[in-house]
């Protein structure tokens, strides 16, 4: 379809990538089907050393409402967001994935709601396994209904999306807004657009759309050899950083120190994300006495006895941690004896 570039564009759908030619192509493909006068796609690659310039250049040839700035060297994703919004035009900006598809009529909902007075719009997303072949059961945020955020309810706000807005394809925010307020402190934290929402004063005016919107390829993420530095610190740090909000209402979202608590250690190491390495290097300056012996051994433990452990105890009593059963049999840690006994608990990860 045409695009009238008289007006200013309704919604920029803003893509930050790095060496994903394996699946930019199917994202894009879920896309430009639904893209309509008024909505604009704005693709920063961050210096790919793959085929990601050739399949991006074979898109932004056939659709001219791409626009595809390739940077000539990578600057990190909180960056090559940044840039994809200050490229832009549209009122708001979608900050959409790499790796993740739109839903069919997801573009015309996003729309209707960008027409009322908010600044930040709030998607559902449904979480599938990486080939999206299979339900792992969760929608992020967990709502049954589209939910309205006026001025004073920021708490609100903060309590019911913060702990999904690490799923970055969720957020429509807008632009001026955006470009108004400080992005340079969460350069790094590997969520600019969580700072962005929530630093003093956080937006308040949102719609929360409770349908899914998106549907996420999980366990594709580029972060995921750093997985314990990230939601054991990095996280952690951003949520407890935003000054509005009460400690109990931060403690809803994350706790404050998740890494002094052995059972996330025990999962950790279930999952191969947590070591002696991990150890050495973020705990032990921090830990001492009892507390720092309890956390090296469990970094000592074989990783497929701690994983063959964790499957049983969540097969057996939390059958619903579907994401965290899935993280397990993904595991380099995972045996033959850890799926087998997931077989044998008929956790099979079915559609639903």
Not at 11 to 40: H, K, P, Y
Not at 223 to 237: A, H, T, V
Not at 292 to 300: G, K, M, R
Request: hydrophobic share 45%; glycine share 6%; charged share 25%.
């Amino acid at each position: 379809m045409k695009v009238d570039n008289t007006e200013q564009p309704r919604l920029s759908i803003c893509i930050a990538t790095r060496n994903r030619a394996d699946f930019i192509s199917e994202t894009l493909d879920s896309i430009v089907g639904q893209i309509e006068t008024g909505v604009e796609i704005v693709i920063v690659d961050g210096a790919s050393s793959d085929e990601t310039p050739k399949v991006l250049g074979r898109y932004a040839a056939e659709y001219p409402q791409i626009v595809y700035r390739r940077e000539p060297t990578n600057s990190g994703v909180d960056r090559d967001y940044d840039k994809a919004v200050s490229y832009a035009t549209g009122r708001m900006c979608w900050l959409m994935t790499d790796d993740d598809l739109l839903r069919p009529g997801a573009i015309r909902k996003v729309l209707d709601c960008a027409e009322r007075d908010v600044d930040l719009v709030v998607t559902n997303a449904e979480v599938r396994t990486a080939d999206f072949a299979r339900s792992l059961g969760v929608r992020l945020p967990d709502l049954k209904e589209d939910r309205d955020y006026l001025p004073g309810q920021g708490g609100s706000l903060f309590r019911d999306v913060a702990n999904h807005l690490s799923f970055i394809g969720c957020v429509i925010v807008s632009r001026t807004v955006w470009l108004q307020r400080d992005r340079a402190r969460y350069f790094g934290s590997l969520f600019v657009h969580v700072g962005v929402i929530f630093q003093h004063p956080a937006i308040e005016r949102a719609r929360v759309i409770a349908e899914p919107l998106v549907t996420i390829r999980y366990g594709n993420a580029m972060w995921l050899p750093r997985w314990f530095e990230i939601w054991s610190f990095k996280w952690p740090d951003l949520i407890w950083s935003f000054g509005d909000f009460s400690d109990a209402t931060k403690a809803d979202v994350v706790a404050r120190e998740p890494w002094r608590r052995l059972k996330t250690l025990l999962l950790g190491r279930a999952m191969g994300n947590y070591s002696i390495n991990e150890f050495h290097q973020f705990l032990a300056p921090k830990m001492s006495g009892l507390a720092s012996l309890a956390a090296a051994a469990v970094a000592l433990i074989p990783g497929p006895v701690a994983n063959l452990a964790a499957s049983v105890y969540l097969g057996v009593w939390r059958r619903n941690s579907r994401v965290e059963l899935y993280d397990l049999a993904l595991s380099p840690n995972a045996t033959v004896a850890s799926r087998w006994v997931m077989k044998l608990l008929q956790v099979d990860f079915s559609a639903r």
